[in-house]
């Protein structure tokens, strides 16, 4: 039988929307990856409490409010994983590794460069996301028109656009 942990995980982020990553001691499970600060729940301890808890303890960092992000489950060979992540909103302190761990602000397109461990690819994933998305719905295909709208939400800062185009036929769509 395989271990099974329950971790609450904080993805943080500075003013310049930088991501703090911490690398996990050599001598533990994925020793030596790097990570988004957090810890083990401790029996009848919410996620909120444990990450709050985690990151005094690690970082000397006060979360002040989080908001939920996602959950992942993940089965190592040896053990599986539900990582309760967190996006915490606002924060007091100036973290640094209380246990001697390397940690780092990251800009988030760079995540990918770091090595984490395989449950923590969803989160990396879900960190590069920007906080909202435009949703354009098309009844009909116009090439120009689409192009217009895009340069419009372009121009108001939007980088993820999500296309719905229900009565176009698939050729119509994939052009």
Not at 30 to 42: D, R, S
Not at 105 to 124: G, H, K, M, S, T
Not at 134 to 160: K, Y
Request: hydrophobic letters at 40%; aromatic letters at 6%.
């Amino acid at each position: 039988m395989t271990d099974q942990l329950r971790v609450a995980v904080g993805v943080i982020r500075d003013a310049r929307n930088r991501v703090l990553i911490a690398q996990r001691p050599r001598h533990v499970h994925q020793g030596g990856l790097w990570e988004f600060p957090g810890g083990k729940l401790e029996p009848g301890e919410s996620v909120e409490a444990a990450l709050a808890r985690e990151l005094e303890e690690e970082l000397h960092l006060h979360v002040r409010r989080s908001a939920p992000l996602l959950t992942v489950r993940h089965a190592y060979p040896d053990r599986c994983v539900e990582l309760v992540v967190r996006e915490v909103t606002e924060w007091q302190g100036e973290p640094y590794g209380r246990e001697e761990q390397p940690i780092r602000w990251v800009e988030p397109e760079r995540l990918p460069d770091y090595a984490f461990p395989a449950a923590n690819a969803p989160i990396v994933s879900a960190a590069r996301l920007p906080d909202a998305y435009a949703i354009l719905d098309i009844a009909a295909f116009d090439a120009d028109e689409l192009a217009r709208r895009f340069d419009r939400l372009a121009e108001r800062g939007v980088t993820l656009l999500q296309l719905r185009a229900k009565t176009l036929a698939e050729s119509e769509y994939r052009r």
